[in-house]
Structures are given as C-alpha cells and as structure tokens.
C-alpha cells in the first residue's frame, strides 16, 4: 500500500517578496502603457529638434461658394454689437458640405461677415461668410505629416481630449520611471555601474546647460 500523501503547508509569501512583485507588476504595466507614446514622443523630440531641415512644404486648398438665401437671413439679421458664437446647425452643416471643412466651433461675428478659424494639427484653416451678399471663402493649409506629429507632441490645437491623453501618458510615464528607479536601488548590489550610469544622466545634462546654455 502507497502511503497517504500529505498535504504541502501553504509557504506564506513574505511582505518583501509581495511588495517586488508589486513594483515588477507596475514597472511592466506602466511601461507597456507608454511604450508607443515614448516612441513618438522621441521620435517628434528629433523632428522639432530639427524641424526647419524636416518639415514639408505647405498646401493650401482655397474654396468658394455662396449661401443660399434661406440660409442667408440667418446670418443676415443684425443681431447687435460683435460677439463669439457657433454658426447655426443648417450653416455648419451647409460649410462642411460644400467646402469641406468643419463648421463647428466659436465663430467671430462682426457687422459685415462671419469668420470662423479653423487651427488643427499640421494644419491651419478658415471659413468667412459676408453677412451681405452671402459669399464664403474657405482656406485650408497642410504642413504635412511631420508637422502633424510635431503639432501632437506639443498638444496645439489637438483638443481636450488629446490633452487627457497627455496628462495619462505622463502619469504613465512617472510610473515607469518611478518603479524602475527602485529597482535598480534593489539591484544595485549585484551591479556596480548602476549609480554611475544614474549619475551621469543627471550629470551630463546639467553640464551642458551650465555651459552652453546662456
């Protein structure tokens, strides 16, 4: 007959080996969170660090058209002195459709036209309604893909949404760099050159603006 087989003991982790499968967990998390954003972010550092040798020419695409007239007497009517409010539905709608830019968002009203401007990543744009006769020009200018990564890395004109982005994406980064600082104080001891490198990547750059940097 086989001997009864006896249960293991549960080995109960200690609070060191819990707390450093904590801090791997939260270095591999946070780094696979930013590991794209880090890599545009880099790569845009070198683009705007160079960006009169890399950036494009830009194009710019001009349109015209004229309101019909129901349309008309909703930015004909003399509603007062200038003010900032978006174009009617029906005129957004109208803009978007026949010269094929974005009808939304905070126009300038004056005595003589509507002027909406239209900034955007890589990019700028315009539309202008005379409140008159009812013509619209529209302006469209790209700076091409470059400038676009470029426009994101800095957060101009992306929106607010973009800019939670930035602010999560930051707090990511944080994480990682806050976790792997303590692990190689952790690993310290079986690595030598640990510190030294640490130091030099403060050292280096506060040199060279103490130096160059006037």
């Not at 200690?14 to 499968?21: G, I, T």
């Not at 968002?105 to 990019?123: M, N």
């Amino acid at each position: 007959m086989h001997a009864p087989v006896r249960a293991q003991p549960n080995k109960k982790k200690s609070p060191k080996a819990f707390w450093l499968k904590q801090l791997h967990t939260w270095h591999w998390v946070s780094s696979a969170i930013s590991l794209i954003g880090l890599l545009l972010f880099a790569f845009t550092g070198i683009t705007l660090n160079h960006a009169a040798d890399v950036e494009g020419s830009p194009q710019t695409i001009t349109k015209s058209a004229t309101l019909p007239p129901a349309l008309l007497r909703q930015v004909a009517a003399d509603d007062g002195p200038d003010a900032k409010k978006p174009l009617p539905a029906p005129i957004a709608a109208w803009v978007e459709k026949q010269v094929g830019q974005s009808g939304k968002g905070e126009a300038e009203w004056s005595a003589d036209e509507v002027y909406l401007a239209l900034p955007r990543p890589g990019g700028d744009g315009w539309v202008s309604i005379d409140r008159h006769s009812g013509e619209v020009a529209s302006e469209a200018t790209s700076r091409g893909w470059i400038s676009y990564l470029n426009d994101l890395h800095k957060g101009r004109n992306a929106g607010d949404v973009w800019k939670w982005f930035i602010d999560i994406f930051a707090i990511a980064c944080f994480l990682f760099a806050l976790t792997g600082l303590v692990l190689l104080w952790l690993h310290a001891r079986k690595r030598p050159t640990t510190w030294p490198l640490v130091a030099m990547g403060l050292a280096i750059p506060a040199i060279l603006a103490i130096i160059f940097i006037h």
